[in-house]
Structures are given as C-alpha cells and as structure tokens.
C-alpha cells in the first residue's frame, strides 16, 4: 500500500500544533560580562542559542535569542560608568520587552552574580527591585561555585564567603544593621564545569525545578518542553498523548470501517508520533527528510494492513481488532517516545532515527500475542 502524502501531513501538522499549544518559554538572564549567563543557558535548555538561534540585539545591552520553544533575554548587569542609574535603564528595557508581541514574554529572572564576588552593590539591589515592580520573579544565581568536595563524604562545600553571603540574603540589613527589603524568590548556588572547565555541572536540577514552580501554570509546559535536563517531566507529558491516540485507534478500528484500516489508523499514530516529538523538542525537518517519513508511514501502514487480516481469523472479531489497535497504538508510542528520549539526550544522532527506529518498533506478533492472552485470561 503506497503511503498517502496525509499521512505525512497528520505528523507535521500534529508536531506545529503541539509546538504553537504549548507556546514558548521567555527566560530574561541578568548579569555582567563573562559571569556564566551564556553557560548556564546552554547547561540547562542543551542548545546554544547565541549560537544557533536568531539572536537580536534588541536595544543596548539587551540580546533576545530564540527557537520555537525557548526564548532568551540576555541583559547586560550594570557597567561601572554607565551614564543613568542601572535601574533607570533596566526599566527601560523593560518596557521595551513589554512592547514586544506576547509570545516574547518574560517568565521568570534569573539574576547571576559571580560566586567569587559574593555581594550586592547598591545598583544590583535596585535592578532586582524594578524587576520586582515589575511583577517578575528573580531567583538569584551566584554562578561559578568552586566547590570543594570532600574525600570521604563526597560532600560538596561553597567557600566560606559564599556560604556567608548567602547566609546574609536570607536576612539581608545595611552597613548599619539595619533590614533591608530584596525581593528574591530563592538563591541557588551553581557551576557548569569544574575548576578547569570540565566536568559536569552543580545547582543546575535546582534552578531547573525553581525555575519551573515560578512560572505561571500556562507556561509550565512550555518550560518543560524548552529544558533538556529532566526527562521524566517531558515522559509525563507524552503519556496522555498516547493514551488519546491509543483510544482513538480502538475507536477507529471497532467502527467496520469502509477503508483500510492503514487509512484510518496510520494518520492517528503519525499524529501521535508528531506530537511526541514537539514534547521533546525535536524538529520534523531535522528528524528526518519527508523521503524517511514517508518509510516510516509505510511501516506503520504495514502493522495496520497485516492487523486487517486479523478481521479474517475465525472468531477474531472487531473487538479483538480494537484490542490489537489499541494495543499497538500505545506499544508504538512508547517505543517512539524511546527513540525521541535517545535522541534528545543525543545518543542515538538524528540523521539515524529512520534506521533506528526498526528496532524500536513494536513487533505486530508480540502485541497481537499479548493481547490475546489478556482476553483468554479475562474469559
Ligand atoms: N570554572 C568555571 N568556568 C565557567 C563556568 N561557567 C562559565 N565559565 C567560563 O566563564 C567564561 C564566561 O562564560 P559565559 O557563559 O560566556 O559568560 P556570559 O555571562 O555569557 O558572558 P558575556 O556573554 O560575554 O557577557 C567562559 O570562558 C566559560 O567557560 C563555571 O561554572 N565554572
Ligand atoms: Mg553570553
């Protein structure tokens, strides 16, 4: 059976409308030259935007750099001997930003201040106050922790005035003592390489997990979708996807239908497989060329059309069948969800998802076995 060109519509339409639902997450990222903003963003979201992405320089000092799911404001912190007061700039910035379509929105701040300089000047106090005006939450980032690790513990230690300045934060007063107000939700220590630039980094699950608790609930997704470092938020994402699609195909197959069931069946699992790949973030036209799409809807067809022949087996009737699509639908989405994760977290390259994906697949047998089983049990 020759794959209809709908087929591979039902996939890239899918992928672009999960990719416009869940929308983009804006993350503004403050700080002076060569603190670590860069490093962080690339440590937590896994892309390079100033490289990759369309970077802008919207107005001095300020850079947006954005893809579909992710968009980076990355400001400049305040330069000694700047002309106006750096809050009076940053208010600028602000409303410059907040005349920018609404899909250019800012989330959440992160604040980096360099772990070795550990303190606020007065101007930092103020930035932070005029985000807060602005009804932004600001997690404060000390960037390039040196951590000392114990040799017996595996206990990992901040330095001492790192230690003291965040201890400070939590009650923060003036040279005199007395109380001073900085609205910060949160501080968190972090790294992204060792002492010499390499090993892996620290503090970056807890800004990731912050990060995700100050963003408004209809960006959460988005946020979830846009960062690389925890998968099992993205697993739960893609869950309901393939139960929907799973239901669907049952629904599908136990209607006799006047079409093939590949017809029917085969757009609801590129569907699917579309949408999961928009959960994690992986471009159709990256993925694969329209050429190894369209193999991959003729191996699914494949699994529909033999699953057909099911409806010949005496005694096998339209619920089996729906059983079977049912079935199938959801071990193919699984498996798909597999490959998307392996290619996410870069061990399997993109180029090889068409090859790999005959050992993910789900073999039509063993869900037709499994299945059957499960109504012989339930008699
Ligand atoms: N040791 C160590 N070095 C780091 C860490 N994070 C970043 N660096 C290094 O610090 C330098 C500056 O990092 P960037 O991420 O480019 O800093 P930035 O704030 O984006 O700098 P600008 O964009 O130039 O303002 C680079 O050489 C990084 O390799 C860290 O956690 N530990
Ligand atoms: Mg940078």
């Avoid at 490289?51 to 330069?79: A, N």
């Avoid at 410059?96 to 007065?122: F, G, H, N």
């Avoid at 159709?284 to 059309?305: E, K």
């Amino acid at each position: 059976m020759k794959v209809t060109e709908a087929d591979e519509r039902a996939f890239a339409e899918a992928n672009s409308e999960a990719k416009s639902r869940y929308g983009r997450f804006n993350l503004a990222v403050i700080g002076g030259t060569g603190v670590g903003k860069s490093s962080l963003v690339n440590a937590v979201f896994g892309r390079d935007l100033a490289k990759v992405g369309k970077g802008l320089p919207v107005t001095r000092g300020v850079k947006y750099y954005s893809d579909p799911s992710l968009g980076i404001w990355d400001i400049e912190g305040f330069e000694i001997g700047s002309a106006a007061p750096p809050a009076d700039i940053l208010r600028g910035h602000l409303r410059t930003i907040s005349e920018r379509p609404a899909i250019e929105r800012v989330s959440v701040v992160w604040y980096c201040v360099l772990s070795q300089l550990p303190r606020l000047t007065q101007p930092d106090i103020d930035m932070i106050r005029e985000l807060d005006a602005a009804g932004l939450p600001v997690i404060l980032v000390l960037t390039k922790v040196d951590w000392s690790k114990n040799p017996i513990t595996g206990k990992r230690t901040a330095p001492d005035d790192v230690t003291e300045f965040q201890e400070w934060l939590e009650e923060p007063v003036d040279g005199d003592g007395r109380p001073i107000h900085i609205p910060i939700e949160r501080v968190i220590l972090t790294s992204t390489a060792g002492k010499h630039g390499k090993g892996k980094g620290h503090g970056l699950g807890e800004i990731v997990a912050e990060t995700l608790t100050l963003s408004p609930d209809n960006e959460k997704d988005a946020f979830r979708i846009a960062q690389r470092l925890n998968l099992p938020w993205k697993r739960e994402l893609a869950r309901p996807v393939i139960a929907g699609a799973a239901s669907a195909a049952a629904g599908a197959a136990a209607v006799p239908v006047p079409v093939a069931d590949a017809m029917v069946l085969a757009p609801i699992q590129l569907a699917m497989m579309g949408r999961i790949a928009a959960i994690y973030d992986l471009e159709l036209t990256t993925m694969m060329s329209a050429g190894a799409l369209a193999q991959l809807g003729v191996q699914i067809s494949g699994q529909a059309l033999a699953r057909s022949f099911i409806k010949l087996i005496p005694g096998a009737g339209s619920v089996i069948n729906a059983g079977v699509a049912f079935a199938l639908t959801a071990a193919t989405g699984e498996a798909w969800l597999r490959l998307c994760e392996n290619v996410h977290t870069g061990k399997i390259d993109v180029s090889k998802v068409t090859d790999s994906w005959s050992d993910y697949a789900p073999g039509l047998l063993e869900v037709v076995r499994k299945v059957a089983e499960r109504r012989v049990l339930k008699r």
